[in-house]
């Protein structure tokens, strides 16, 4: 919509038209909503930017973000595991664990 406006200044300029007349149509093009984008126009933006490299490029920063997480849950679940264990061989009755042992 800028590069529109700016294409539209520039002619005025170079041409010397009226100002009305560039006023009328800069009032034309704010008046024109743009269309919003969808799922295929996205994809084809980014193949026609960046080829079919372009759809994989965040794949790797995607997986570095991922990897926190999981690490974080594996050692969680470890260690009630252990928990859990070391609880049940000292006492036969309840195994629960406790928030605050969390």
């Known amino acids: 919509m800028e590069?529109?406006?700016e294409v539209l200044r520039k002619a005025a300029s170079?041409?010397?038209l009226a100002g009305s007349t560039l006023e009328d149509r800069l009032e034309?093009?704010?008046s024109t909503k743009p269309k919003p984008f969808g799922t295929i126009?996205?994809?084809n933006e980014v193949y026609n930017e960046a080829g079919i490299v372009g759809f994989w490029k965040g794949v790797i920063p995607a997986l570095?973000?991922?990897c926190n997480p999981s690490i974080q849950f594996m050692i969680y679940e470890s260690s009630l595991?252990?928990?859990r264990a070391k609880r049940s061989a000292k006492k036969q009755g309840d195994t629960s664990i406790t928030a605050l042992e969390v």
């Open 28 to 30: 034309e093009l704010n």
């Open 41 to 43: 126009h996205a994809a």
């Open 14 to 16: 170079e041409s010397m």
């Open 3 to 5: 590069e529109k406006k």
């Open 81 to 83: 595991k252990r928990l």
């Open 64 to 66: 570095i973000m991922v």
